[in-house]
Each structure stands twice: as C-alpha cells, then as structure tokens.
C-alpha cells in the first residue's frame, strides 16, 4: 500500500508541475483568446485548490460594477486576480518551487554520495539507508533507484531490487541501469526469460551496447543451462543410475586422507571413466568433486612441488586428465576448476613444468579452455597469462608434440585482444629475446612448427604496442633479415617455403609503421627483397613486393637504389602478369618511385611510350591501384612528349571517366583530375578531344572539389 501511494504521490507532482506550467506559458502569450482562456483555467484551478484546502473559496468579482470607492480588500482582490499581477505571482511561485527543488536536489545528490560511500566500503545496509533518505528529498531521480536496487541486490533482496528499478523506469523510460540491475536480479530469483528481456530492451534503447548485452545473455543461458543439468543429474541419481551413484561412492573413497599417492592415482583414474556424460560432470560438481580433490593434502603437496618420482608423475597427469573429462563441454565445471584457489595457482606452474607428460596434458587442458569464445575469456579473467607467450614459444625447440600443442594453444588465444594486452608485459624482455634465438638456431628445427609461430608473431603485431615493440628493435629486423638471406642463399625454397613466406609476412607487419630503425636498414632490406623477385614461388614473391612497397616510402637513398637496380621494368613485368594482391603492392611501388625519383618516370615512359598499361589500370575496379596509376600517369606526363605521344589513344575519355567516377577514395578522383589537367596543358589537341567528349564543366567541377594545396 505504501508503493502504491507514493507513485501517486510522484505522478500527481509531475502532473501539477506540467499544468502550472502550461498555464505560465498561456498568460504569457500575446494572443488575446489563449491569454484570456488561460486566465478562466488559472481562476478555476485556484477554485480547485482552494476547495481542496477546505476553505470557502472567495467571492468572484464582477468587473462590469463600477465602484468609485471599492474597500480596501475588495482593491486588493482585484489587483490578485489581475492578469499581469497573478503572472507575477504565479512567477514568484515556480521560482520558489523551483528553489526548494533545487535544494532538495543537492540534499538529494549528497546522500546519493554517501551511499555510494558505504557501497565502496562493503556496507550495503547504510548505502540503502542513505539512498532512502535521499529519495525522500527527490522522489524522482532515477539514479538513486538504481543504486538502492544495485545495494539490494549484494544484500540478495532481489525482489527489492527489481522494484526500485520499475521506479527508475517510471522516471526515466530509458534508464539502462535500471534495466541493468534489473536483468541481475531476475536472473538471482532464475527469471530467466525476465532477465532476457531487459538486456534486448538495453540493446533497443543503445546499439552500442551490444558487447555488454551479449555478455549478459551469454550468463543468462548458462546459468539455465547449469540448473537444468543439476535437475536431471539430480533425477538420475534418485532413481539409482549406475554411473551417477559410482560418481559419488568414487569421491568418498577418494576424500580419504593421507593415503599413497598410488591410491588416489587409481582413484582419480577410475573416477576419469565415470565423467564422460553430462550428469556425471554436474555430479561430481555438485558432490565437490574440485575441492575434495584439489583440497587433498597428498595431492595438494605433489602439485605445489617439484615431481621427484614417477608415482608423483602419474597422480599429477591422472588429475589433469580428471579436470579434462570434468570440464569438456561443460561450462560451470570450467568455470569453478578456474576459481578454485589452488588450481588459480597451480595451472601456470604446471604448464612450465620440467616434466614433458605434465606439460603436455595441462597444454591439453587449457587448449579445452581455449577453443570457445566463454573458455578463453575464462582462462584470461582468472589466471596470469603474461609469462604464457614465451613459454609456449620456447616450446617450438622440442622434438615432440608439446611444440604443436603450444602453437595450438597460442593460435586460440591470440584472438583475444585481453591476452594480447598481457603479452605486452614481457614481450621485449622474455618473449622477443626468445623468438630472435629460435630465428638465429643452428639447430634444425621443424619447418611447420617454425612458420607458425613466425605466423602468429606477424598476427600480434596487429596490437600497436607489441608491433612498436617489435619494430624498433634492431635484433629483431636483423634475425629476420638473416632468416630470409638464410633461405635464399642455401636455395633451400623447396625445403623452407612456409617459414620465408610467413616471416616476410611478419616483416611486412612490422613495416606498417616507419622508423629510424627501418630508415637505417631500408637498403638491406631492399636489396633482399629485390633478390627474392627471383623465386618461383609466387607467394613469396608477392610479399616481397608488398614489403618493399611499405619500405621504399622510408629511405630516399633505398629508393633510389631500387630504381638504379631496375625495379620499374620489375613491377611493370608483375603489373602484366596480373594477380590482384601483386598488382596493388606492384603499383603502390611505382607510385612511390614516380613520387620520388623522375628517373623513375622516364623509365616507365621509355618502357610504355602510350602508356598502354597505367591507362588500363585506371579502369581497375580497386581504387588504390586506379589512383595510383593515374598519379604515375601524371608524373609521366611531365616527361617531355608524352602528351603527344598519347594523341592516338582513347586517354581523355578514360581520364574522363575516371575524374567522374563514383569512388569511395577522393585521391584516386583528384590524381585523375591532375593527370587530365597535365594532359592538356601539354598539348592543347587534348583539350580539343576533351570539348568534343563535352568534358571542360566535369573537369571544373572537379578541380573545384580538390583541396587547397
């Protein structure tokens, strides 16, 4: 009853403050009729209040009575009742309101923070109380609401909860906190399709928060899921299944304590068999079987330790084994193995284990981890990942299946953006280091193992800060630098493909990015790259193209070399052979040669005299390889002849076209409109072709649209 009457209470405030509010604005206004009409429903509404107030309204006056000499009340009377002076009345009262709202409203905001206060310390009780006492200063402020209802929800009163934030919503319609806690709070009292609706109401209100939302509904459905599971396995285990009531015998027999370890390895073995199936995980997480296991003194000892005997070994791969069975496809079980203290703190030690089966099968186990989205996320949430990348790298050295379970494991995780933040931590002090020592190893090493993780360096590098790390280190360009020479000069293509093709991939990636250390090997990296011009593997031809591309644009010096070892009659030859990726790299060269070298020019002309393949190449549908063309088209044209030698060809429609295009890039546009400004002012029989093809408005327009330079 009390709720009840204080949402009347908050809507007919809200109502009166809207009416009084249209009755200002009506007195206010300049024509006769609405002032006169608002004046008659002022009169009325004081008739109202006055009613309500139990006194006897007073008397209306007649204005059509002329009394020369009116009492002193009655003079006052008309001077209340006066359209200008209840104005001013009126006026004087909502800035009265208006003032104690205001002051109510800082009373409001001071207790609000010190319940946030008492919230941050852990004391929910006092963060209610003072909430309460703000809300009675402002019944309206919806922020108040929601942080009562997120107090109420840590003091598991979720029924209380889930009212405050229908209040919330009431005052504010949009208010996705509310809907925030509220979703929580459903979700505690297992209304989960409630809690569904408010996250798809939050993703209504604000697309932006689809992240959150999808987070939110990802543990709505496993919170379902996991009561369903622990009905059935409840069901099975009423009934007597045979399994189900093995599952719980086994976990007795093995929380026994201070047996040999060979015991519990049986134990835990047999135990291994029985949780294939879905209600044999949940049992056995149901009846503790994480705690009673990992709490073992025996147990808890030998995974804490270094293994000194092989019965230590064999309890510590049948537990990790265990942990497999338990957690495959099972979430909750993933999710309480990673809680548990002691596992928290055993996994990272076990996977930098001395022993190559404990290593192995806890590789296994996080891998089970990683191959989901919720899994991974588990994995960085819970445990210190930042030693992880070196570790799994150094493993690429061994002669055994740990070296592709490590690159296994790294390929899952490296999707993350979270573990790649990690990776940060101790890439340039432990992780770089290693990985420049397996690029410079004597010892052969295997060829796939070794181009994957090459390949998943080159996809870290897709983070700036492990990518600035990386590339302003010059231990690591000389490794891969010494890596490739390696390859080529050993003519080894057929026996190392893989790893040259992922380095330069990895070489391009650092390259993205300019610097001193790139600008001082800029011609050892352009000499290497012109001498791989020469494999017969395309591939790797076509990175060494997209390498250079990216290096050329950082030394002057390198580039001029590239031209005197004739990379334009290089890049022409792949232009023509086609390819897409290599026709863009190919291009962006030449582009950077045109830009920076005229003899690269001269040299294009010379080999193309009508330019046949730039004018080709404006009509490609890739608009970096049409922009790029009509720049070396443009830096041509200033070699003398080259507009006359061009008199026969179909370029000023071309040109035409392509200053007129409907393209998503504004340069490819622009480089078009200067090629076909040079044209005809090299020779004015173009600009002739160009008023036939009625072409001088659109190549206005278009040198208007161009930027001041």
Not at 209 to 219: F, G, R, T
Not at 625 to 648: I, Q, W
Request: net charge neutral; aromatic share 4%; hydrophobic share 40%.
């Amino acid at each position: 009853m009390s709720g009840q009457r204080e949402e009347r209470e908050l809507q007919g405030f809200l109502r009166d403050v809207d009416e009084v509010a249209a009755l200002i604005e009506g007195l206010k206004s300049e024509d006769p009729a609405v002032q006169e009409k608002a004046m008659a429903a002022t009169e009325k509404r004081l008739r109202s209040v006055s009613g309500k107030d139990g006194k006897k309204p007073k008397p209306k006056v007649d204005r059509t009575v002329i009394n020369t000499q009116p009492s002193p009340g009655l003079a006052s009377q008309e001077e209340t009742m006066n359209p200008e002076s209840f104005l001013v009345a009126l006026e004087k009262d909502a800035q009265e309101r208006a003032r104690r709202r205001k002051e109510n409203e800082a009373s409001a905001n001071a207790l609000r923070e010190k319940g946030n206060d008492a919230f941050s310390r852990g004391d929910y009780a006092s963060a209610v109380q003072n909430y309460t006492e703000g809300l009675k200063k402002q019944k309206d402020m919806p922020a108040l609401y929601t942080n009562r209802a997120q107090a109420y929800i840590k003091l598991q009163k979720y029924g209380k909860a889930i009212h405050d934030c229908s209040w919330a919503l009431r005052c504010d319609e949009k208010c996705t906190k509310a809907l925030f806690h509220m979703g929580k709070a459903y979700l505690a009292k297992k209304h989960f399709q409630q809690a569904r609706e408010c996250y798809l109401k939050i993703l209504e209100i604000d697309p932006q928060k689809e992240k959150l939302c999808k987070d939110c509904i990802n543990e709505i459905d496993l919170e379902e899921k996991k009561l369903h599971q622990e009905e059935r396995a409840s069901e099975d285990l009423k009934s007597g299944k045979l399994t189900a009531v093995a599952v719980n015998e086994m976990l007795q027999k093995l929380s026994k304590p201070d047996q040999d370890p060979l015991y519990y390895t049986g134990g835990i073995r047999l135990l291994t068999d029985l949780v294939q199936a879905c209600t044999e995980q949940t049992l056995f997480r149901t009846n503790g079987g994480f705690g009673i296991i990992s709490d073992n003194k025996v147990i808890e000892r030998v995974l804490s330790a270094k293994i000194t005997s092989p019965a230590e070994l064999e309890l510590v791969c049948a537990l990790l084994l265990l942990w497999q069975a338990a957690c495959k496809g099972n979430e909750e079980n993933q999710r309480l193995l990673l809680t548990h203290p002691s596992v928290n703190a055993q996994l990272p030690a076990l996977l930098c284990s001395e022993a190559p089966d404990v290593q192995e099968q806890c590789m296994a186990l996080l891998s089970l981890y990683a191959q989901t989205e919720h899994g991974r996320t588990l994995l960085i949430r819970h445990l210190n990942t930042t030693k992880w990348l070196q570790t799994l790298i150094s493993l690429v050295k061994v002669a055994d299946g740990r070296a592709d379970s490590a690159m296994n494991l790294l390929t899952h995780l490296i999707q993350e953006e979270n573990f790649k933040i990690q990776c940060r931590i101790k890439l340039s002090t432990e992780a770089l280091p290693i990985f420049i020592q397996l690029l410079s190893s004597s010892k052969p090493l295997n060829e796939t193992v070794l181009s994957r993780c090459i390949a998943l360096m080159g996809d870290l590098c897709s983070d700036v800060v492990i990518r600035m790390q990386m590339t302003e280190n010059p231990e690591c360009w000389q490794a891969c630098l010494s890596f490739v020479n390696q390859c080529f000069n050993e003519n080894s293509f057929a026996r190392y493909p893989e790893c040259l093709h992922a380095i330069l991939g990895l070489m391009m990636n650092l390259s993205l990015e300019p610097n001193s250390v790139i600008e001082e090997l800029a011609t050892e990296i352009t000499d290497t790259c012109m001498s791989l011009f020469n494999s017969p593997d395309g591939r790797i031809v076509t990175r060494a193209v997209g390498l250079l591309s990216h290096v050329l644009k950082a030394s002057p010096v390198a580039l001029e070399e590239a031209v005197r070892q004739d990379v334009v009659r290089r890049m022409i030859r792949f232009l023509k052979a086609g390819g897409q990726t290599t026709t863009d790299y190919a291009m962006k060269v030449l582009a950077t040669c045109a830009k920076g070298s005229r003899l690269a020019s001269m040299q294009m002309v010379k080999l193309d005299k009508k330019c046949r393949l730039l004018t080709k190449l404006l009509s490609c549908p890739n608009e970096a390889v049409a922009g790029n063309a009509a720049f070396c088209l443009g830096k041509c044209l200033e070699v003398p002849g080259t507009a006359t030698n061009l008199l026969d060809t179909d370029v000023v429609r071309i040109l035409l076209r392509a200053t007129t295009r409907d393209a998503q890039n504004p340069h490819g546009q622009e480089n078009a409109t200067i090629a076909l400004g040079k044209l005809c002012a090299s020779d004015a029989r173009h600009t002739s072709r160009l008023r036939e093809l009625n072409g001088m408005a659109a190549l206005t327009a278009s040198i208007r649209k161009m930027p001041d330079p």
